[in-house]
């Protein structure tokens, strides 16, 4: 089967560096052009810049330099885009997965105020399913961009790490092959980058990192004109995490009247569990929770207390 026609030309972005930014900006001369239905593939650089190596030790952590991650490729002019559109972008095929990286940076993470010393472990990523986390422990490679967005409509740089109304650093993990992505045009021409390729996450990406990898990720773009929604919406093709499903889940819970606290709790809890049961260190636990584990709001209508569950699934568990 062939997804292009021939009057949709396939592009690849090739050189990644001399095709990204840092930051939100409509100022930004685009990198392309392209037509509503065409498919683009680019080689993306993971989220560190290429200042991490398979080889990265704690101590390159602590040298991480901010100014310089989190890059997108972009930005990409999409014709006939206007304010007031819809961008449809399709997640059509994520390859080229060689390693990984997951960090805990001082200073960023849910539980930044009790994980104070940098941390990092690589992955290999050579098996297109699974990856090892510690012997006995493979986690399942699901993979997806962590930052995609439009740009604002908002003059000016604008940091790329918040997630905003334009898409930006959202994590969701569910923008797997086969979703589709949907995202409200404020500028003409849309103005689209991507980055910040992750191959496996939990929901929530507590420690602040998920497993951030280089890959060749393929989209097509599809405008809908006079369609008008404030902020991202995704549809997905099916279950979203069948392989974790099929073991079932040990699940600890958080409560108060702050999500993020109650959010805070069920990890602590989980940390507890993961150190307790599977022998592993607290840092490793947190690093696990940011990779496999999903946090759900269970609870927002019993004022004055939320309640937050942490998933864990067995079945990641040999």
């Not at 959202?170 to 980058?193: C, N, W």
């Amino acid at each position: 089967m062939t997804i292009h026609h021939h009057h949709h030309p396939y592009t690849t972005i090739h050189d990644f560096h001399s095709h990204s930014h840092h930051g939100w900006d409509n100022s930004l001369e685009p990198i392309a052009e392209v037509d509503s239905g065409q498919i683009i593939t680019y080689e993306i650089t993971e989220a560190s810049g290429g200042q991490f190596t398979k080889h990265s030790k704690h101590e390159d952590v602590a040298k991480l330099d901010f100014e310089k991650v989190n890059p997108v490729a972009g930005p990409i002019y999409i014709k006939g885009a206007e304010p007031g559109d819809t961008l449809e972008i399709e997640m059509l095929d994520f390859r080229q997965l060689d390693w990984g990286w997951t960090a805990i940076i001082p200073g960023f993470g849910l539980l930044a105020e009790e994980f104070k010393n940098p941390a990092i472990k690589t992955f290999d990523l050579k098996d297109r399913n699974k990856a090892e986390f510690l012997h006995g422990i493979d986690l399942f490679i699901k993979p997806f961009p962590g930052t995609i967005g439009l740009a604002l409509p908002e003059p000016g740089n604008h940091s790329i790490v918040p997630p905003r109304k334009n898409g930006g650093n959202m994590d969701i993990r569910h923008l797997t092959q086969g979703t589709k992505l949907y995202l409200p045009v404020f500028v003409e021409g849309a103005l689209f980058s991507i980055g910040d390729t992750h191959a496996a996450q939990g929901d929530g990406e507590v420690c602040g990192t998920a497993i951030e990898a280089s890959m060749e990720t393929t989209v097509r773009f599809t405008l809908h004109k006079g369609k008008t929604i404030a902020e991202p919406r995704y549809e997905i093709p099916g279950p979203p995490t069948p392989e974790a499903d099929s073991k079932g889940y040990y699940v600890t819970t958080g409560h108060g009247e702050d999500l993020v606290e109650a959010s805070r709790n069920a990890i602590r809890y989980m940390i507890e569990y993961l150190v307790d049961i599977y022998r592993m260190n607290e840092q490793e636990a947190y690093m696990l929770c940011s990779v496999a584990v999903d946090l759900r709001i269970s609870e927002i209508v019993d004022a004055p207390n939320w309640l937050v569950s942490a998933f864990l699934p067995k079945a990641i568990f040999r």
